[in-house]
């Protein structure tokens, strides 16, 4: 069964930057297309960005573009989502996902993906 774990979340002051991981287990990273939605506090959770099963393409919100990157670690089976210039408005809990689609369209929605982390929290302040 796959299963994601994230980490690295935390406290940080506005301007910088913070390096979160997703840790595969029960599948190889290389097999999926990982994406990262967040949720602030009383909103409702929200595309971040995602990136393909190679590495190849890649999608991101236009709040975080320039911003964040997406990276994949097949060695490590483990996704990583590097976040510069961090902001108030970055405040939220960052939840990684998996799926063996690519879906340009539709990625945007929680609803297409299949495998799920139980989330990191990240506080920014200002």
């Known amino acids: 069964q796959v299963q994601l774990v994230e980490s690295g979340g935390g406290v940080e002051q506005a301007g910088a930057s913070l390096r979160l991981s997703c840790k595969f287990s029960?599948?190889?990273?290389?097999?999926?297309?990982v994406v990262w939605f967040r949720q602030p506090p009383e909103k409702e959770r929200e595309f971040v960005g995602a990136?393909?099963?190679?590495?190849?393409?890649?999608k991101y919100a236009d709040s975080v573009k320039g911003r964040f990157t997406i990276s994949k670690d097949n060695y490590a089976n483990t996704v990583f989502l590097q976040m510069n210039s961090l902001t108030a408005e970055d405040t939220a809990v960052y939840y990684c996902?998996?799926?063996?689609?690519?879906?340009?369209?539709?990625?945007?929605?929680?609803?297409?993906?299949?495998?799920w982390g139980r989330g990191t929290q990240v506080t920014v302040s200002s």
């Open positions: 996902a998996a799926a063996r689609k690519w879906s340009y369209g539709l990625m945007t929605d929680p609803r297409e993906w299949d495998y």
């Open positions: 990136v393909n099963w190679d590495g190849g393409r890649s």
């Open positions: 029960g599948g190889t990273v290389s097999s999926f297309s």
